[in-house]
Each structure stands twice: as structure tokens, then as C-alpha cells.
């Protein structure tokens, strides 16, 4: 079984071996507030009801204007962020969106000094008080929660593992353990998260049972 898991293991990561922070140029491993409010806000675009490259597009035209910490998207204009969203792939959300990521931008300012491991220090790195103090911010529920988790787990070793309901139902389906510390007992720890985002991708792309054949 142990030789099935990794086959299945290995495809994944073969055809989807990336994870969306590796993806947007998000160096989340460094854990400095920059990398940390990229996939912050990145969290907010790919919890919406859209399409993930559409979320990817956004998050990266974010980025491209410039907008790489709280106090750059503060300041730019609603009409700057609604013109970058429109253009790149959020033109359903752009309004509501660019008025959420601005009252994101000035709350982690006004609450953690701009920088999200203030919040994980006050939530004394404990995962359910984090995911409360994350849900505060505009746009961000459980599911964005969830996503926010999935990544930033190689730089909040407190995190290691998590896996979210998206990911445990794909390793279901492809006979693979459904528990997170089952699935981080078939791979090495600096490789779960692209495990976990594989197993997203794979969900999303409707390509289970083209893995589990190539498994």
C-alpha cells in the first residue's frame, strides 16, 4: 500500500508540483511581513467564487502595480485597485474586492503594525485562536483561513501539518489517507505543502481520476 500511496504521491506532484505561492513569486518561507501580506490578500482573491487563475492573474497584478505591503495598497486609490482588479480577471468582484483589500490593508496596519506574525505572537501560535484573529479581516472566512494555512505552514511550523477539507476529499478519492498526519507520514516536510496544493489542483482541474491511473 505504502508503494501505491507514493506512485500516486509522485503523479501528483509530477503534474502539480507547485504550490500558488511558488506559482505568484511569494517567497512565504522567508516569513517577512511583505510574503506574508502577498498571500494575505492573495488568501481574499482565491476564497471568492471564482475561477483559482483568475485569483492567480489578480493576485499577481497586485503585486505588479506595486502594492506589496499594507501601507502601498492603503494608499492607492479604491479606483486604482478596482482598475487593476477589473483588468486582471476580477471584473465580477472588482468593486467590493478593492474596498476589502483596503480595509484589510488598514486594519493589519492599525491592529498589527502591518505585520501578520504580530498576530501570530498575540494568538500565541496557537492555530485556533490565529484562525479567529484571521477572520477578522474583510473577505476572509474560514475557507480563506484554510488557504492562508496550506502555504504559510512552511514558515508557522505550528501549523505543520495541515491539509483542508478541499485537499483531504482529493486524497480520498485517490486512496490515499484522508488525515493530514496521514498524509505527511508518505513525504518529507519541506514537500507537504506542494502535496496539499497538489491535491487542490488536482480537485479544481477535475483530474483525480487521470492521477490515479498515472498512479
Not at 83 to 89: A, Q, S
Amino acid at each position: 500500500m505504502a508503494s501505491a500511496h507514493k506512485d500516486v504521491i509522485n503523479a501528483l506532484l509530477d503534474k502539480y508540483g507547485q504550490t500558488y505561492c511558488d506559482e505568484l513569486h511569494i517567497p512565504i518561507a522567508d516569513n517577512t511581513p511583505s510574503p506574508l501580506f502577498r498571500w494575505l490578500c492573495a488568501s481574499i482573491l482565491f476564497s471568492a467564487r471564482i475561477g483559482a487563475a483568475q485569483a492567480v492573474e489578480a493576485a499577481a497584478a497586485l503585486s505588479n502595480a506595486g502594492w506589496t505591503t499594507p501601507e502601498k495598497l492603503r494608499d492607492a486609490t479604491w479606483e486604482e485597485r478596482v482598475d487593476v482588479l477589473n483588468k486582471n480577471g476580477y471584473a465580477r468582484y472588482d468593486e467590493s474586492t478593492s474596498r476589502m483589500l483596503g480595509e484589510t490593508a488598514e486594519h493589519l496596519i492599525e491592529t498589527y503594525d502591518g505585520d501578520l506574525r504580530n498576530l501570530r505572537e498575540e494568538a500565541g501560535q496557537d492555530p485556533a485562536r490565529m484562525r479567529t484573529a484571521l477572520k477578522t479581516f474583510k473577505g476572509l472566512g474560514d475557507v480563506g483561513v484554510d488557504i492562508f494555512f496550506r502555504e504559510v505552514q512552511t514558515a508557522w511550523d505550528e501549523l505543520y501539518p495541515f491539509a483542508d477539507k478541499k485537499s483531504l476529499d482529493a486524497a480520498r478519492e485517490l486512496g490515499l489517507p484522508h488525515t493530514a498526519h496521514g498524509l505527511a507520514k508518505h513525504i518529507g516536510k519541506p514537500d507537504y505543502p506542494r502535496l496539499v496544493t497538489s491535491l487542490v489542483r488536482a480537485s479544481l482541474d477535475k483530474s483525480i481520476k487521470e492521477i490515479r491511473r498515472a498512479g
